[in-house]
């Protein structure tokens, strides 16, 4: 079938302004929009610059804003897509060009929750592993499959107008460990979530959910930490 792409291009170094420009590319219902975008860089504009790595929904580095919804370029197929696809960079995000965005910010708010197991007991005296009962495992399984694409934080309209709040990705992944009954951080993360532009920020927009190529209930995640932010005496923001 034939395809016709608009992509809106930027280049900083060139461009006064981003534009869009139209390709037709020859494709199959069962091809990936990563694979036209191949198409046109390898065959008809190797100027088109964009992220992949994995192909495979894995990586996370191929989030774009497709036919108006942020989604991986590597997951969503023509025939879902149909025969007039738009693609622009994700929204909020600084274009460093075209569909490639400068994810340091993004990553900035991730790093800022501490994302990795904090225990500072003593190893049980058997010197092995520090065991947990599967329902306990079962709490964090959910969050644990976030690939930190940023489709759910570039979904977010508190995010679009103000991008000091720390992001839904953060959130998830801050709630990860504040649910591992292994983790002895609790505190610290529940503090790190108290900033003002921390998870009482979130307006349960739920644009988030519908981003998440994971299908990561990621409203439901912050509404775990707000749970867990209640139970320590923190009431809100406003209090
Ligand atoms: Fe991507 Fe989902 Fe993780 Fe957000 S929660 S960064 S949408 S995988
Ligand atoms: Fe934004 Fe999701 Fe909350 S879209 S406002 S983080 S529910
Ligand atoms: Fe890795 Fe799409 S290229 S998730």
Known sequence: MDVQLRIRRYNPDIDAAPHWETYHVTAEPSDRVLDLLHQVKWYQDGTLTFRRSCAHGVCGSDAMLINGRNRLACQYLVRDAGTEITVEAIPAMPVIKDLLVDMEPFLDAYRSVKPFLINTDPLPADGRERRQSPEDRERYEDTSRCILCAACTAACPVYWSDQKYVGPAAIVNAHRFIVDSRDTATEERLQIMADPDGVWRCRTVFNCVEACPRGINVTGAIMEVIG????????????
């Open 228 to 239: 867990e932010m209640r139970s320590s005496g923190r009431g809100s923001a406003e209090a």
